[in-house]
Every structure is written in C-alpha cells, then in structure tokens.
C-alpha cells in the first residue's frame, strides 16, 4: 500500500513484491556485491516499522533521505509527502538499533541539497541547490571541468554526508576469511579461534559433508568412497556450500577449495612442516 501511495509501482498500478525485493538481495549477495539499500522517508512511511527487512538483507550500507522537494519535477504533488525533520528524525530513531547490522547513512533535505554531482540523460551536470534542477552546458561540448563550474556543487558537502565511501573493506577487516591448508595444520582450530575473536560465524566443508552423509544414512568414510566413484556427488556439495556462504557476510570458512568458489573472500593457507604433522596424527591417534 505504502509503494502504492508513494508511486513506487509497476505501471503505477501492481507495487513490488517483498518476494522480489528478497530475490535481488540474494542476487546481489550470490555474486559478491555490495549490497545498498536506499529508503525515501515521506509521509507515508515515516512512522513503518523495516527493522525485519533490513535485518534478513544485511546492507553493507542503508541511505536513508527525507524526501525532497524539487520545483518543476514534483512539486505538483510534493505536499501529501513532506515530512519534518523531527518526524524524519523519528524513522532514524526508530531504527537505530540496526546499527550493529548496518552502516546507517541519513540525509536530511539540507544535507542533500547541493552534495550531490548529478548527470542527466542529455550528458550535463545538474544541482538542486535552490530547490529546483540547475543544468550545465552537454559535458561532451564544453569538457568536465568547464561544465561542473556551471553548477553549484559543494564537494566539502558531499564528503561531510559520508559520500566517500570505501565498499571493499567498511571495518578494516574482510567480511568473509576462508581458511585452507596442509593436513593437521589446524584449519578448523584456528578458523574457530579467528571466528571467536571477531565475532563471526564459522562454517566447514567438512561439517557440510557429514550432515550430508548422515543424510543418506552413511558414515563419512562410506560416503567419502562413493564421492571417488561419482565426482559429481563431490561438485554437488561444493555448489551448496559455496551458494550459502556467498549469501552471508562476517564468515570465516574451513574450505580448501574456498579460493575458488568464495566470491570476495581473504583467503588464507596454512603451512606446517611434515614432521610435525606426523607427531600431531600420531598424539591423536
């Protein structure tokens, strides 16, 4: 109803599914983007609870703007949206506990005014400084630097809102860690180890393939056998496993092929010399 209201439909008449919404966001995580979220905050859904959407999608940053009002593109209907403010203020309170999911980015309408370095479908810069879109001569006329002195762009704006932003490393620290390495050179100990240290989820192959062997009423040196006489049972585990850790973010990953198949990971291998795996086989047996 709200996207109905607000204009955010298909032909204006059949609004966006949550299903769809859903399915892109896990388009765009299984190939290794990053995901952002932007939510326009208007009159009719200033006071909407997103708290369980955001929370299931997990943007690497959600942009949240007061509505804007611009003269000669939306003014004609501008005024059954406008918000305060305080009542934008209030959706940002309301979903400040995100925060830990999140990099929440508000924009009031002064924020906005001004930050942004627009280019329309005719190639010429445009701002909305004034409150209405000031364009600057076709760029491929006049060149960029002479174009972008036609319009009132604030660069000290657009960094002061948080514009520059560095997508591939927002905490210093990779969102997904895949560990593989020599036998008994502790893959899972320390996987285990870095996960409890940073927080994050960790996930084996091999538990995968476990599960899977229990599944099939077989135990893993039984189900191991069959994987040497039909490799695809072997690929097969590897394509599921891959989907789901490509779908989650904050992972460390027990997997020696997880080079290959784990989009935007840092991967690590570990080394240990061959008398000291030999002592470590023999103290577990």
Known sequence: ETNLASGRAIAGSRAVTLEYYESIVKKVKQFGY????????????????????????????WKVL??????????????????SEAEFQTFITNHSDLEDITNIVPETNSQIKGSYAMVDPAGRFFDNTTGTHNYSSPILQVG??????????????FVSRGGI???????GIPSKITISGEVASGKSTVGKLLAERLSYTFESIGNQTRTHAENLGKSIVEFQRDCLLNPDLDKEIDVHFS???NLLDNLIVDYRLGFKFINNGYHIYLKISERTSRKTFTQCR
């Open 34 to 61: 990053g995901l952002k979220i932007n939510t326009v905050v208007n009159r009719s859904n200033f006071d909407e609870d997103m708290k369980d959407f955001i929370h299931n999608a997990k943007p690497k940053r």
């Open 66 to 83: 007061q509505v804007l009002p611009i003269l000669g593109q939306n003014d004609l209907n501008i005024d059954d949206f406008k918000i």
């Open 144 to 157: 960029v630097y002479a174009a972008i002195k036609e319009v009132h762009y604030d660069f000290s704006k």
């Open 165 to 171: 932003y560095d997508w591939a490393n927002t905490k």
């Open 243 to 245: 989907t789901e850790c």
